[in-house]
């Protein structure tokens, strides 16, 4: 057993020799403030002078012309950095400490998500490479990271699934980006042992798109080797945060995820911080519809971004999408204000659970107190309305509508565009056949609302 004294002075020792390291905070070419680490794990944040004048808040808690709390500025930059097999790999490969915020964010100054970029004086800007498809495979072929290049990480988005951002050229070429030629797309592997979730979240996402939800573009990208044979797939998403200018530069747009909105670390992106066993499950603290709500309407919403929010919730149910968490939806935010951001992230991990065997599918966020993602009845339902303040006919409304939509929707011609094997054919075929059968138990829980609500005065 660790011993805490011993593990409380270390972490202080670890901070002890520790000179201030200063960041200079940038949009664009905007200079946005200024980051300074008393200590590897803690920062501090002041805004400059200008943007004081003509920009905006960063985050809803960090607000222009207010002192910043210390704490508001490190769930903030620790939302930022990388997750799951590319934090693994920073820290292995440059020998940084998991409790080093500075020693990580020091390796993805060049670009994050949203407008921001840090700058310090010894910064060193990554080159600006082809990334060819034979390279990718090579690494792919010998199960190697895909985010260390020359020396240089190069992932600069969070997220636990294996990805690379990339600019995306108009030939069709992709480039390993930097500051000057920020990335444009997000390409996602899938693990050996996740083989089927590239298609799996190809089909949700263009399945969303065509019921109506605003979601990112996606296209299924094959990485061929240098025999010119496809032998692994991989998934391109378009990212909203960037925007192509006629110019043929890229234009930055800021963006939070929903922990930064919340104000919470990324470790509490699940509502249940500790897990679901019995003795830990009442630990709530995390990231929750209710809260996700409460905020949209705190920040006055419209109401077609709140129901969007509703169809999205709906549509994470109906396809299986148990791993819909608090960094799995984000907000744009600008001089105006705040407003929804598209959705990204949505495949049926119910659908994989059938070929991984103990795949949690439990929910990350609870509806009306229930987190079993095959337990959710009309009660739960009615529970999440009152919850989140929607009526219950605006909720059997959008549910029903969602459901009927991805039952008319959900055929393999939402990915005709691609070339697919007979094998990859037949697992789109059982994913649509589970999806209409979510949601038909969907549409039957919606008609049960009267009779619970009678049953509950």
Avoid at 302 to 325: E, K, P, R, Y
Avoid at 357 to 385: K, P, Q, R, V, W
Avoid at 404 to 428: G, Q
Wanted: hydrophobic share 40%; net charge negative; aromatic share 8%.
């Amino acid at each position: 057993m660790a011993n805490p004294e011993m593990e409380t002075r270390t972490i202080r020792n670890f901070s002890l020799d520790f000179e201030p390291y200063v960041l200079d905070v940038f949009a664009e070419q905007h200079k946005v403030g200024v980051l300074t680490f008393k200590s590897s794990m803690h920062c501090s944040f002041i805004y400059d002078d200008k943007w004081m004048l003509d920009g905006f808040d960063i985050s809803p808690h960090i607000n222009v012309g207010r002192d910043v709390e210390e704490n508001d500025i490190n769930r903030f930059i620790q939302n930022l950095l990388p997750e799951g097999t590319g934090f693994k790999c920073l820290l292995n490969a440059f020998n940084i400490s998991r409790l080093s915020v500075s020693g990580m964010l020091n390796h993805v100054l060049g670009e994050s998500a949203g407008i921001l970029h840090f700058e310090s004086r010894e910064s060193v800007t990554p080159a600006y490479l082809e990334l060819t498809s034979q390279m990718l495979s090579k690494r792919l072929d010998t199960f190697s990271n895909v985010v260390i290049w020359n020396n240089q990480f190069r992932l600069n988005v969070a997220g636990v699934q294996k990805k690379l951002n990339v600019h995306h050229k108009s030939d069709r070429s992709f480039w390993l980006a930097n500051k000057e030629f920020p990335s444009t797309h997000i390409i996602k592997f899938a693990e050996e042992e996740h083989s089927t979730i590239i298609l799996n979240e190809l089909l949700c996402m263009r399945l969303a798109k065509a019921i109506g939800l605003e979601v990112a573009t996606v296209e299924l990208l094959r990485v061929f080797d240098s025999h010119g044979k496809s032998k692994h797939s991989a998934i391109s998403i378009e990212r909203f945060d960037r925007e192509a200018l006629s110019n043929g530069t890229i234009r930055k747009l800021h963006i939070i995820d929903g922990c930064q909105a919340l104000n919470l670390l990324p470790e509490h992106k699940y509502e249940q911080i500790f897990g679901r066993h019995p003795d830990v499950a009442h630990c709530r603290d995390g990231a929750s519809l209710k809260a996700l709500f409460a905020f949209a309407r705190q920040h006055e919403f419209s109401h077609q971004n709140v129901m969007q929010m509703l169809s999205w919730v709906a549509f994470n149910l109906i396809v299986g999408n148990s791993d819909a968490h608090g960094k799995n939806i984000s907000f744009f935010m600008d001089i105006n204000g705040i407003s929804l951001a598209p959705f990204y992230d949505i495949l049926s991990i119910v659908f994989e659970a059938r070929r991984i065997n103990n795949l949690d599918t439990d929910l990350a966020m609870a509806i009306g107190d229930e987190f079993d993602s095959s337990n959710i009845t009309a009660f739960h339902l009615l529970s999440f309305a009152e919850e989140v303040d929607v009526t219950p006919t605006q909720l059997k409304t959008v549910v029903e509508q969602v459901a009927l939509d991805c039952k008319r929707l959900a055929t393999p011609v939402l990915c005709s565009d691609e070339s697919m094997s007979k094998a990859e054919l037949e697992n789109l075929a059982q994913l649509i056949i589970m999806i209409n059968q979510r949601a038909d138990y969907f549409l039957h829980q919606t008609s049960l609302f009267d009779e619970v609500k009678k049953a509950l005065l």
